[in-house]
Structure formats: C-alpha cells, structure tokens
C-alpha cells in the first residue's frame, strides 16, 4: 500500500464515521456546521476521498470536548525514558546536556509550587495539589535506592 492509498483509506474511514455520527438525531438535512474532510494535498484523482460532514453545534461540542480530552490524556500519559538513549544523546551532545541539566537544578520547586497553587481557581486547588504531588513523587528506582529527593 502507497503513502497516498494509506492517507485515502485514513481519510475515507474518518470520513465514515463522523457522517455516521453526525445524522444520528438529526432531524434535518441542513446542518449547522459543514466541515470537509480531504487528503492534506488533494489530486484530482483524490475527488472520491473528498468528504463534506454535517454537524449540529451540539454534536460538534461534544466532539470538541472529546478530544480535548483526548489530548489531555495523550499529554499526560506515562512516556517511558530510555535511560540508554538518554545517556547517547548526553554523550553526543554535552554542552546541551549540560545546559539541560543546569536549567532542571537551576529550578526553585517550591517557589514553582506556589506560584501554580496562586494562579489556580481556588475549585481547583485540591487537585492541582494532588498533580504537584503526583509529579514530585519518588520514582520506584528512587525508592529502592533509598532516595527520598
């Protein structure tokens, strides 16, 4: 499969299911919304994987909110480091290491903390506490070695 059947074929099925989503309880055939879903580049020879989609606002706020979310939760996923690659590239590259690491110790935690609880919606506060804790919590490495930075 090309690079362009595998966008067509991406396209088309993103295509299929926002149409499939967007006529469940639409009473009727003027949308609100009109957004078109094509190839980044369209060809001529793309016209069948052009795709215009009817929203109501509704349904388009829900989408909205979804994947807001979505990348919230891509954001803040637990990306696994590799100690070897980081310790190449910090081989490879000292001076930008060097910097890198004199920036993170360079860093006022508390100061940090502080600032982030002020700015935060007093609603909010409990659980921007708990990410703060959440992210200076000690690793399981720190952990078995004691650490308790």
Same mark, same amino acid.
């Given at each position: /499969? ?7 074929? %991406? ?5 299929? +299911? ?34 215009? =989609? ?9 989408? $909205? ?5 979505? =990348?919230?939760? =891509? ?10 690659? +980081? %310790?190449?590239? $910090?081989?490879?590259?000292?001076? @930008? ?8 110790? %360079?860093?006022?935690?508390? &100061? @940090? ?6 700015? &935060? $919606?007093?609603?909010?506060? $409990? ?6 804790? &959440? /992210? ?14």
């Amino acid at each position: /499969m090309t690079d362009r059947d595998r966008i067509n074929q %991406a396209v088309d099925r993103l295509a299929g +299911a926002l149409h499939e989503l967007s006529y469940r309880g639409r009473l009727g055939i003027n949308p609100e919304i009109r957004t078109l879903v094509c190839p980044g580049d369209p060809k001529p020879e793309d016209v069948n994987h052009l795709h215009g =989609i009817g929203l109501t606002a509704d349904l388009a706020e829900i989408l $909205a909110e979804t994947i807001e979310q979505l =990348i919230t939760r =891509i954001d803040t996923a637990a990306v696994p480091i590799n100690p070897t690659a +980081a %310790a190449e590239f $910090a081989r490879s590259n000292p001076e @930008l290491a060097k910097d890198v690491s004199s920036a993170f110790h %360079a860093l006022d935690v508390d &100061a @940090l903390a502080r600032t982030v609880l002020n700015d &935060a $919606a007093p609603s909010d506060r $409990a659980s921007v506490t708990r990410a703060i804790k &959440a /992210m200076f919590r000690p690793t399981q490495d720190q952990q078995e070695d004691g650490d308790d930075s």
